[in-house]
């Protein structure tokens, strides 16, 4: 295991996609995936997967629960193409039918130690009123093709969409030989991005 | 030669008089620098928040950059605009800030301003919307002609940027 020149560095992602706060909907499961750049490979773990299908408690009724485990390395050359966790909320409508209540990416955290992300989910917008109402009447929301596109940032200068909850994750991050390589993260230790409270 | 990643994310806007916003962003480097990969410009979506009035775009970051010196050290410049149902755009506010010089994670909050016109103009304003813009944008991260214009204070932009720094040691730069 030990090398003394190391040309790969190793990143390690424990955690759990811990719940959501989607004030307007219930019965919720999410769908994660990673995206990442050219130069990296995950060499260990799950690269994707669903969590179950969770309501709101009796106790906190704006919680949703999924307690999710998330355990991923990755090994790369290059910090560029850095992962990214991309997640899609689904829920029932009114009718019954699966649509999409939230998109959303979050890059994995680059220092090392623990770390909460409250990520924003969002859904494509209709553009006129007609196909909003359509949309509702027959149960086919906008959705995008393919849900990695939420952890790119070219192509949105067209797109419209709404926000309309937050995830919450939680991440430990490990990195190995990141400094023999020379790359300075920063200090290491916990830190909470404050979003979106849970009642 | 030392490096520099920038890796984050846009995440959004809040204080601004409507919240249907968007955000056209770039990156200025001086000279000395050169992008080795990324995209240093761009456009995020235009988001309609249901729940509060903080518009979020979660737009990805990730810019990898090579230099020689210190001096122009790269600057993220921002454009604030608003997109009512008509699809019509107003500007609302320029900012910019520096990218943080010190490695690890930095969430910081990005101030705007917009120009003020004559008392016409903003009474055409806030009937019609509109409004005077900056004929060139380098005005926003440059302080050389600032000295005549007229603004007002918009709201601000949050940032979540996580810095890697490489080979700055071997150079001699502290910290």
């Known amino acids: ?199 | 030669m030392a490096e520099l990643h920038i890796i984050g994310q846009i995440v959004g806007a809040s204080g601004f008089p409507e919240s249907s916003l968007f955000c056209k962003w770039g990156v200025h480097t001086g000279g000395a620098w050169r992008l080795l990969s990324g995209l240093k410009e761009g456009q995020t979506q235009v988001d309609i928040p249901q729940i509060g009035d903080m518009a979020y775009w979660s737009h990805p970051i990730d810019l990898h950059y090579a230099t020689k010196g210190l001096q122009g050290w790269p600057k993220l410049h921002l454009q604030v605009w608003h997109q009512d149902s008509f699809g019509r755009s107003q500007m609302y506010g320029y900012g910019y800030c520096h990218v943080p010089s010190s490695p690890g994670h930095h969430r910081i909050s990005c101030v705007t301003w917009r120009p003020l016109g004559s008392w016409q103009e903003q009474l055409a304003q806030m009937f019609i919307g509109g409004g005077p813009q900056l004929r060139s944008p380098d005005i926003i991260y440059s302080g050389a002609d600032r000295y005549r214009l007229n603004t007002e204070a918009m709201g601000s932009v949050e940032l979540e940027l996580g810095i890697i720094m490489r080979h700055f040691d071997k150079y001699g730069v502290d910290g």
């Open chain 1, 1 to 199: 295991m030990a090398t003394s020149n190391p040309s790969v560095f190793l990143l390690s992602v424990n955690g759990q996609i811990q719940g959501a706060n989607f004030p307007e909907f219930d019965h919720l499961y999410c769908k994660f995936c990673f995206v990442y750049g050219h130069d990296w490979v995950p060499t260990a773990g799950l690269e994707e997967g669903i969590t179950q299908i969770t309501c709101k408690g009796k106790q906190s009724p704006h919680t949703l629960i999924w307690n999710f485990p998330l355990e991923t390395t990755f090994k790369s050359t290059n910090p560029s193409g850095w992962p990214q966790l991309v997640l899609s909320v689904y829920g029932p409508d009114v009718f019954g039918n699966d649509v999409v209540r939230g998109y959303g990416a979050t890059h994995i955290p680059i220092t090392p130690g623990q770390h909460t992300r409250s990520v924003p989910m969002f859904v494509p917008e209709p553009t006129w009123r007609l196909q909003k109402f359509t949309s509702w009447l027959l149960g086919r929301r906008p959705e995008y093709t393919d849900p990695k596109v939420v952890a790119h940032g070219e192509g949105r200068e067209v797109t419209r969409v709404r926000s309309q909850g937050f995830v919450t994750v939680s991440f430990h991050i490990m990195t190995k030989d990141m400094k023999k390589l020379g790359y300075d993260v920063g200090p290491s230790g916990a830190e909470n991005t404050p979003g979106w409270a849970a009642e």
